[in-house]
């Protein structure tokens, strides 16, 4: 199955009933596929205008109680920013598909890139914390899309699924499971009756408030203004905006242990450590499997969760090796994050590539070597 077209099964297996979207290489696959499956399920697709148009009907969907979705690549992710973060403020549970491709501006329409990774995090004004997860497979694609939509609804957050092209578009096994051994996650409601309820009022020690759906008789009010726990605008002051701010970060950020997810290998006695994600992890594989031959022992951390990003985890790693080793498919942004958690503890090396194309293995070899100590030919 191609990864586009997994990620579109992942999410109808995880119980999407809604996709709003406009076409938009190398992610129309998924919108193809959802506009042939939803009505199969009694669900709806409709193709937008735009992706503003899109982002905003995906939300409203939320609202009226479907899972809801939406796929898109860079310029189009651009266009989502100010939505996603209005579904930040509302709490507003979907899922945000970003098939990257090269750029900026129009870029590399049909060529891979993975530039995206900082807007994910600070695309939107304001300050929040965001939930972006990178699959480096086409099952991956079909497992975190239906990981991504219950950490939506557990959180009430929209969460990223931030693949690129080469995965989008390549053709690999998928195993999809019986239907019972599909763990689904369902968002918190109302346990008050309507007379009693405030659209933001969180319980005593949880992060999430409740959430009524539009339409059954509980008062609700959304805006993308400070405000209170009835969801009315706050504005005049800071006394909403502390709290309300401080409990979207904490949300996230206070949970990163039951959020994150990473898979190490080969780190248990390892001198040098790649870390990487998405179709970059794979493209290293050849190039540790030859370092390894010469001596280095070399392993791998691999970014499944980008962000939160796992400080603790790096930062740790930095103190057990003598370098390492971030190839990424643009000029050198989650290496950035690498260097602030390894805080000097070790060098790390960068492997940029601008986009359109995968990295050459001799070059992230070559950065092994050198994260070795070893001499490389210029």
Known sequence: MQGDVACAEGAICAGCRFFAGYPITPATEVAQRMSERLPLVDGIYIQMEDEIASMNAVLGASWAGMKAMTATSGPGFSLMMENIGLGVMTETPCVVVNVQRGGPSTGLPTLVGQGDMMQARWGSHGDYSIIALCPSSPQELFDLTIHAFNLSEIYRVPVLVMTDAEVGHMTERVVIPPPEEIELAVRPRPKVPPGEYKAYAVPPGEWVPP????????????????????????????????????????????????????????????????????????????????????????????????????????????????????????????????????AGQTPVYSVPHPGGDIHDPQQVLDAIRRAAGRKVKE
């Open 211 to 342: 959430m009524a759906i539009a339409g059954e008789g509980y008062r609700i009010h959304m805006t993308g203004l400070t405000h209170d726990e009835r969801g009315y605008p706050a504005t005049t002051d800071d006394r909403a905006q502390w709290p309300l701010v401080q409990r979207l970060v904490d949300k996230i950020e206070k949970n990163k242990e039951r959020i994150i997810r990473l898979e190490m290998s080969q780190l248990d006695d390892a001198e040098v450590a790649v870390v990487a994600y998405g179709i970059s992890a794979r493209t290293a594989a050849w190039p540790m499997q030859q370092a390894r031959q010469e001596g280095i022992r070399v392993g791998m951390l691999r970014l499944i969760t980008v962000w939160p990003f796992p400080d603790e985890q790096i930062h740790d790693l930095a103190g057990r090796v003598r370098g390492i080793v971030v190839p990424e498919i643009n000029m050198g942004q989650i290496v950035r994050e690498v260097q602030r958690c390894a």
